[in-house]
């Protein structure tokens, strides 16, 4: 098991692998009691060797590190890497990883199932049952047992051989573009930009009020800057709650601020209230013109229940019979609004999930396809 923790070692294992096909690559981190997640180990396995590279080590450059992860040629391996890429917009400055490979969307076009794990792709793929016994360690104690890093190395090690074996099931299935449009996102900066602006959508408002929500945004504004700026979780900061009382109840001096449950009187004597109270001042001195309003969604036409509900069969039929699984082509609220129109902007519609599942939702619309059970399996018949 290799430990990386000084520069040179570093600078040679990463030297190792620049001509490489691929390497596969894991995190380990932190984030229970931060904003930002504190990156505590990277795992790196090249095609014939791993390390675990300790960046919490005192002096350890990362620069090769990175270097290696912004090499165009090197196919990067990760699974579920959604988290892993955030963590590496940041340490790379808002440039991201690529090309990259991630196994579970993989898994998802191969007839795994939805959101497939990493250990039941190895159990599948591998025959291997994996020690999760650290799961859930902490990862910026020092030192790290064996037990941690054996764990730790595992995440690459078997990702190795799984990358393999998907991409060639890819490739003799001729799918592997099937996974552009999602490698795309993965790869895309907007994916991973933290906007303050837009961070009061992620709350859940009572009001569809837009100068309420003028002063909901700017209060989700402030709020996301300033546990940036402390480097805590933004509800550790003021709950979602508190923020939607205090749009509803617009307070623009401290007492009426400490009316508000959970803020106490010194809380809105000091900087945190100081700042509250000048996000009130802004919704509310916001021209109605410029006040957000709330996404209306439209209402689906009477009667669209039982179609939505004969989309869903058909998608699970058609999802078995590709051996794909069906959030990758479809989900719920797709399929209301397949089912409102025939032109709805959803990718069920285009490419090649339109050829598997699009068409035919949109020809069971129109009378042209019909299901039925035949030895308990559903079947689609032409009408």
Known sequence: MTLLTDSQSLADFCARQKNADFITVDTEFLRESTYWPRLCLVQIGGPKEAAAIDVLADGLEIGPMLDLMATESLIKVFHAGRQDMEIFYRLMDGA?????????????????????????????????????????????????????????????????????????????????????????????????????????????SRSGNRRYLAILRELGAWREREAQRRDIPRNRLVRDEQLVDIAVHKPRSVDALARTRGISHDMARGKLGEGILKAVEAGLALPDGECPAAENKAPLPSGIGPVVELLKVLLKARCEAHDVAQKLVANSADLELIAASDDADVPALKGWRRDIFGQDALRLKHGELALTLKKQQVEVVER
């Not at 190395?153 to 999602?182: G, I, M, P, Q």
């Open 96 to 204: 991201l990883p690529r090309p990259i490979f991630d196994t579970q969307v993989a898994a998802m076009v191969c007839g795994f199932g939805d959101q497939v794990s990493y250990e039941r792709l190895v159990k599948d793929l591998e025959g291997e049952q994996l020690d999760k016994g650290s799961r859930f360690t902490d990862w910026s104690h020092r030192p790290l047992t064996d037990r941690q890093l054996e764990y730790a190395l595992a995440d690459v090690t078997f990702l190795r051989s799984l990358y393999r074996k998907l991409k060639k099931k890819l490739d003799a299935n001729d799918r592997a573009s099937w996974l552009d449009a999602e490698m795309d996102i993965l790869t895309a900066p907007a994916t991973y930009a933290s906007n303050p602006e837009e961070a009061w959508r992620r709350i859940k």
